[in-house]
Nanobody, 123 residues
C-alpha cells in the first residue's frame, strides 16, 4: 500500500515556475514507477511526466518537454515536478500516481493516486 500527498501548487504568472512535491508512505515506494498527471475543468486527465524506478528513465508529454523535469529522491520517498515557463492553459489539478505501468502515460495502469494540488497560471 502506498499513500501519496502532493504539495507545492499555487498561483503563478505566465512564464513563472513552480515545483510540485509528492510525498509517499510505504516501504516499497522505491520499487514503483511514478507519474504526474493533470486535469483541467471539463477535460480528461492527461499525462505529464513519469519516472521509472529502475534506472530513473523519464518520459514527458510533448507539450512539456524542455520545460518540466521529473525527479525522485528515494531516500525521502518523494517525487518532484519542476515546472518552468508555465502557460495559462496549464492551469489544472496536478496529481501524482504510483504503479507499475507497462505504458507510462496510461493513467489506468497506476494503482495509487494522491488527492491533487491546484496549479493556476494567470495571464
Amino acid at each position: 500500500q502506498v499513500q501519496l500527498v502532493e504539495s507545492g501548487g499555487g498561483l503563478v504568472q505566465a512564464g513563472g515556475s513552480l515545483r510540485l512535491s509528492c510525498a509517499a508512505s510505504g516501504r516499497t515506494f522505491k520499487t514503483y514507477d511514478m507519474g504526474w498527471f493533470r486535469q483541467a475543468p471539463g477535460k480528461e486527465r492527461e499525462f505529464v511526466a513519469a519516472i521509472i524506478w529502475r534506472g530513473g528513465i523519464t518520459f514527458y508529454a510533448d507539450s512539456v518537454k524542455g520545460r518540466f523535469t521529473i525527479s525522485r529522491d528515494n531516500a525521502k520517498n518523494t517525487v518532484y515536478l519542476q515546472m518552468n515557463s508555465l502557460k495559462p492553459e496549464e492551469t489544472a489539478v496536478y496529481y501524482c500516481a504510483a504503479g507499475r505501468p507497462t505504458v507510462p502515460h496510461n493513467n489506468r495502469e497506476y494503482d495509487y493516486w494522491g488527492q491533487g494540488t491546484q496549479v493556476t497560471v494567470s495571464s
